[in-house]
């Protein structure tokens, strides 16, 4: 079984995530290290991919400047998103040349782990036909944008665990005139940190991967992976089941 690194890093500036991203990604591309799965929350940020529209951008510099939003072109997949706290932001860099040599299988296989957490909660979410992401009903839940580089993939997931979906005015998320929702406004009270555990248990078992969880610490020597790692493993899960 391959192993993934998992690691917590907290609230962190989109272009210092960025960074790490790239750092891990090369080392894979050289076959070096293992995949890892980085788990963060950003402050106030709006995205643009690869594919977006400007018009889909509603406000101008000013406007998001006063309202304390930065922004970012990006080279992933999709239009125009909005990253901000409470949001659980997953960044999988994977190389799938040791999984399947698929783009779509990959990121249905991404929606599908997020699918499965919500369940835990008790949040029926699923798919809509040619729409990247996750729904429930009508309303988005999870945005999806990705990036692959010989088969190393990041960029990735953004789920709104607790985010303050005001913020969501600014843009046409994703390109698309449909609203979004969050599992706090689905009644569900949890930190992203404990969402973001039970997710990694079900991205190792549909991914086929040992997740090692790694201590919470600075993440400057993320593509070396040093730290000692800790299994994270199905009897970590059985305990969350318990709490809640």
């Known amino acids: 079984m391959r192993e993934c690194k998992v690691r917590e890093l907290g609230r962190m500036d989109y272009g210092r995530a960025l960074e ?56 992933r997949g999709g239009d125009v998103t ?55 009903g009508e309303r988005k839940i999870a945005a999806i944008g990705v990036h692959l580089s010989r088969w190393v993939t990041s960029h990735g997931f953004a789920l709104n665990v607790s985010t303050d979906l005001s913020y969501f005015q600014y843009i046409v998320p994703c390109g698309l005139t449909r609203p979004v929702t969050s599992m706090a406004a689905l009644g569900v009270r949890a930190g992203w940190d404990e969402v973001g555990r039970r997710l990694a248990v079900h991205f190792g078992r549909i991914f086929d991967c040992e997740m090692l969880m790694q201590p919470r610490t600075e993440p400057q020597s993320l593509g070396s992976g040093g730290s000692e790692s800790i299994v994270f493993a199905a009897p970590l899960f059985t305990a969350l089941e318990r709490e809640n």
């Open 20 to 75: 790490l991203q790239q750092q891990i990604a090369a080392r894979r591309k050289q076959g070096l290290g293992p995949d890892h799965l980085l788990l963060l929350e950003h402050p106030h940020v709006i995205t643009m991919g690869r594919n977006g529209h400007l018009e889909n951008l509603l406000a101008s510099d000013e406007i998001l400047s006063r309202a304390g939003i930065a922004f970012y072109a990006t080279d």
């Open 82 to 136: 909005y990253h901000g706290p409470g949001q659980l932001v997953g960044y999988p860099i994977l190389d799938l040349r040791e999984w399947k040599r698929d783009v779509g299988a990959y990121v249905r296989a991404v929606e599908q782990t997020i699918i499965d957490t919500l369940a835990d909660y008790e949040i029926a979410a699923g798919r809509i036909p040619k729409l990247t992401g996750v729904w429930v």
